[in-house]
């Protein structure tokens, strides 16, 4: 094969950055932490744009664009937001670059400094909040309904591809409303938003919950979250929403005038997502072929590879072929097709596995004659001689049976991995032998599971919204419990 | 009216200020010259990049994404480049802020001093061929046609919405060939494409052509550009495409193999429009009572409001128009119902002829009756009662006859500002009381171009490309020439 990928089973870790680099998804740039989205990680990035975007729009939605700078003492307005965020980051001081007295290229140029520092934006809470106080007057006013699709720039100290980089793309949601109870319902329908896309597009099942008090966002009050399990036994933070309640209104000082002619401060969410997912998609599905990607999200959902040795051959194949294309695109459904005669249909096989495309078609001049196609699945490997006739509806069956499969696959796989332990000593068991998600009884404090996390790395995921009730006693603290939240190691 | 406009004849510049702010496009924000894109006029920016993205890909390109710092060391290695640009630019010089420990909120950790100052992308030929560098080794890696949808910094002194503003939204193209003539084609074919959307969406006629030596892009051999004429006379150079040379492979030492075993320096295009094209459809189109904006490009082209005074009659009207809604919706038409109560007919005509909406359709109890509907155009502001039936291959036709008609009506506007003229006097004195473009005869060098900007604050906008050979002598100095250029004063 001509990329060879790391197993699995060998190096679960150097798996994913092979992958990560190999499927041309992204690459580590001249900037410490920076990555490059190569044009087919973007692909599947603009997939999942797409799809959110129109889901935001739906639920009433619009998009916005606010500063990349936000003034530094923006950061101080909101007391808990800067003490649990905000202090690894870019810091813009000067504004001007000049060519070096000395002839040594070019300098900052030191007369160019600004009065104020300016911090490139890790989220926008602060720049947004300052901004809506000119925007919002009266309940008329309310809601504001907006979104925006950005960078940020957060200094992470260990950086890896998609799943934590200094810069990375994402959506920042920031609603304003007149109550604390509309406020709380949209932090809500955004996480299940969240959980939607993620289980009917990326075909992975999440768990939604509430995080605990410590690992809430700064500054929120609730933080909703959906989280999913990797094939190594670790979790995925893929996306949270945050009641954040009047603390920026607060801070912003935006009030307004009640229907009721009072005046209010007003209440706040915000919700994101970020190329993170990538690393989830990527991680939860894929295999040591390379990506498996859900046909809903594939930048091309179908290759098509002829088998010839003389050109006419290929004439006579991309004849048939083109027909097949056109009956494919009348169902939605996108086609590469690769006649590109200087790699062999066996690199071309082992490529296409890499990149994950989820249908692979192969023709050769003994499929002409019985008028059958080769079609290999890549969820399963799978191969299956078929008619030419009908061809376009046996494929679009298939990417549906594609899309459900590896979703089925990777429940299967979750409920496998979520353990329930009613002791500490099990706990610790189950995290280093199995991993996963362990359900336990915890008895609701900061200090339980911060003792717990120094001691064993693990962090409550979440409570989950299906939580059942059930008295119990907290595996470390012994003391009274309500119910089973979820632990893990997490990405 | 609720929001008065400066009118153009008072104060031009003051009409666009006001009309930016007023039609909730852009805000200024509390970062010196960055602008906040208010979701009004972000849904305008949303479908001009549908619109060209849908372009570029067409025409062979796909998108990726690359960080937005830049190593200071990268802008001295192309010596034109550094020369003629990249000095007015954020430069980020810290990475983390800590408390004050005088208890006086946050500062920055002296610490944290990156070793290298990172710079705020100002454009992106510089990372973008030191990462094309490790992509490209054969003839067979070319061409590479990519394209980033992002924000970028330039540190302006004095900035105004959407025209020249510190940060500001944009796509920048960058493309690598195996030949000279292959990016000669393509730095052709991307202002063809800019050219072609600023005139069958824009609805704003341009003239293409090719910038003078003093008026290229700073590492450009070639900088071709799309000119639009802006209501109050000036010139708005709304895209351009440039042919880099081997300029930028050789300064990344990007090479490669040929087909014929040789090697040699990758060829480089870039091309970019951005958000200053916001700037030029509000000035090349709106009146003294507003936005006029072309229907392929309004947020929503139709607005419909209820003329009642009883609710019953507000149901009855509703339900007629849910009926129409329906049949614009089949035909693609985004259409906007207004039953807001709190707000009078006579308020709601004045705001959405301010955001120029291209049609309003009103409906009153009377229309119920017979059957009709008042209808609207913005561009022209005429009314007209048209009969409900078949409301909708009657409001189709009439959004393509606006759409023609605002482009028609600049058109006619820009040759009337287009002036010949043979003698440096009379070139002055149409500068002075007239504007637009002056096509005049130019002897070719740098040296009279500058004179003239220093005496005229005139530039050369263009060489056009459809420039009519004819002898002539340089109004300036005398020397023969052999077809004339167009002057202007621009944005």
Redesign the interface.
């Given at each position: 094969m001509a990329k060879e990928l790391t197993s699995r089973s060998e190096n679960y870790s150097q798996w994913y950055n092979d992958l990560v680099v190999k499927a041309d998804l992204a690459?580590n740039?001249?900037?410490r932490g920076?990555?490059?989205?190569?044009?087919y990680g973007?692909?599947i990035?603009?997939k999942i744009q797409a799809e959110l975007d129109r889901m935001f729009k739906e639920t009433g939605h619009?998009?916005?664009?606010?500063?990349?700078?936000?003034?530094?003492?923006?950061?101080?307005k909101e007391a808990s937001h800067?003490e649990g965020f905000?202090?690894?980051?870019?810091?813009?001081?000067?504004?001007?670059?000049?060519n070096d007295p000395n002839g040594k290229?070019?300098i900052?140029d030191p007369d160019a400094k600004l009065e104020e520092?300016?911090?490139?934006r890790p989220t926008s809470e602060t720049?947004i909040w300052?901004?809506y106080k000119?925007w919002i007057q009266s309940y008329?006013d309310l809601p504001l309904l907006?979104n925006q699709w950005?960078?940020v720039?957060r200094?992470e100290m260990r950086t890896r591809l998609f799943l934590r980089t200094t810069?990375f793309?994402w959506q920042e949601g920031h609603t304003a409303h007149a109550t604390s109870q509309e406020a709380l319902e949209e932090t809500m329908r955004m996480v299940n938003v969240y959980a939607t896309f993620a289980e009917n597009f990326m075909a992975m099942p999440v768990i939604k919950g509430a995080k605990s008090a410590n690992e809430r966002f700064a500054g929120a009050l609730e933080t909703y979250t959906i989280e999913a399990m990797m094939q190594d036994g670790k979790a995925l933070q893929s996306g949270t929403s945050h009641f954040l309640g009047q603390n920026f209104a607060k801070a912003f000082d935006v009030r307004f005038a009640t229907k009721e002619g009072k005046e209010d401060f007003v209440w706040a969410t915000s919700w994101g997502v970020s190329t993170r997912l990538m690393g989830a998609l990527i991680m939860a599905h894929s295999d040591d072929n390379g990506l498996v990607l859900p046909p809903k999200l594939a930048p091309f959902q179908v290759v098509i590879v002829p088998i010839f040795n003389k050109a006419e051959q290929l004439d006579a194949i991309s004849e048939k072929v083109d027909s097949i294309v056109a009956k494919l695109k009348v169902l939605g459904i996108s086609v590469k097709y690769d006649d590109n005669d200087?790699k062999k249909p066996g690199w071309k096989f082992a490529e296409y596995e890499l990149k994950g495309v989820p249908v692979r078609i192969a023709i050769g001049p003994r499929d002409l004659e019985n008028g059958t196609v080769e079609v290999a699945r890549r969820d399963t490997l799978e191969k299956q001689v078929v008619s030419m006739e009908g061809i376009e509806l046996h494929i679009q069956q298939l990417l549906t049976d594609i899309q459900e499969n590896i979703y089925n696959k990777a429940l299967v796989f979750r409920n496998e991995m979520t353990t329930p332990v009613e002791t500490y000593d099990e706990f610790k068991e189950v995290l280093l032998n199995k991993g996963g998600f362990i359900s336990a009884h915890w008895d609701g404090t900061s200090e339980t599971e911060q003792q717990i996390k120094d001691e064993t790395k693990a962090t409550i995921r979440c409570i989950p919204f299906d939580q059942v009730p059930e008295e119990g006693k907290c595996m470390y603290s012994g003391k009274p419990s309500k119910g089973r939240v979820l632990f893990a190691l997490a990405y």
């Amino acid at each position: 094969m001509a990329k060879e990928l790391t197993s699995r089973s060998e190096n679960y870790s150097q798996w994913y950055n092979d992958l990560v680099v190999k499927a041309d998804l992204a690459d580590n740039s001249a900037v410490r932490g920076c990555m490059v989205i190569k044009p087919y990680g973007y692909a599947i990035w603009e997939k999942i744009q797409a799809e959110l975007d129109r889901m935001f729009k739906e639920t009433g939605h619009v998009n916005a664009y606010f500063p990349l700078f936000i003034p530094k003492s923006f950061f101080s307005k909101e007391a808990s937001h800067v003490e649990g965020f905000a202090k690894e980051c870019a810091v813009v001081t000067h504004y001007r670059l000049m060519n070096d007295p000395n002839g040594k290229g070019i300098i900052v140029d030191p007369d160019a400094k600004l009065e104020e520092e300016l911090i490139v934006r890790p989220t926008s809470e602060t720049i947004i909040w300052s901004t809506y106080k000119t925007w919002i007057q009266s309940y008329r006013d309310l809601p504001l309904l907006i979104n925006q699709w950005a960078n940020v720039v957060r200094w992470e100290m260990r950086t890896r591809l998609f799943l934590r980089t200094t810069e990375f793309l994402w959506q920042e949601g920031h609603t304003a409303h007149a109550t604390s109870q509309e406020a709380l319902e949209e932090t809500m329908r955004m996480v299940n938003v969240y959980a939607t896309f993620a289980e009917n597009f990326m075909a992975m099942p999440v768990i939604k919950g509430a995080k605990s008090a410590n690992e809430r966002f700064a500054g929120a009050l609730e933080t909703y979250t959906i989280e999913a399990m990797m094939q190594d036994g670790k979790a995925l933070q893929s996306g949270t929403s945050h009641f954040l309640g009047q603390n920026f209104a607060k801070a912003f000082d935006v009030r307004f005038a009640t229907k009721e002619g009072k005046e209010d401060f007003v209440w706040a969410t915000s919700w994101g997502v970020s190329t993170r997912l990538m690393g989830a998609l990527i991680m939860a599905h894929s295999d040591d072929n390379g990506l498996v990607l859900p046909p809903k999200l594939a930048p091309f959902q179908v290759v098509i590879v002829p088998i010839f040795n003389k050109a006419e051959q290929l004439d006579a194949i991309s004849e048939k072929v083109d027909s097949i294309v056109a009956k494919l695109k009348v169902l939605g459904i996108s086609v590469k097709y690769d006649d590109n005669d200087n790699k062999k249909p066996g690199w071309k096989f082992a490529e296409y596995e890499l990149k994950g495309v989820p249908v692979r078609i192969a023709i050769g001049p003994r499929d002409l004659e019985n008028g059958t196609v080769e079609v290999a699945r890549r969820d399963t490997l799978e191969k299956q001689v078929v008619s030419m006739e009908g061809i376009e509806l046996h494929i679009q069956q298939l990417l549906t049976d594609i899309q459900e499969n590896i979703y089925n696959k990777a429940l299967v796989f979750r409920n496998e991995m979520t353990t329930p332990v009613e002791t500490y000593d099990e706990f610790k068991e189950v995290l280093l032998n199995k991993g996963g998600f362990i359900s336990a009884h915890w008895d609701g404090t900061s200090e339980t599971e911060q003792q717990i996390k120094d001691e064993t790395k693990a962090t409550i995921r979440c409570i989950p919204f299906d939580q059942v009730p059930e008295e119990g006693k907290c595996m470390y603290s012994g003391k009274p419990s309500k119910g089973r939240v979820l632990f893990a190691l997490a990405y």
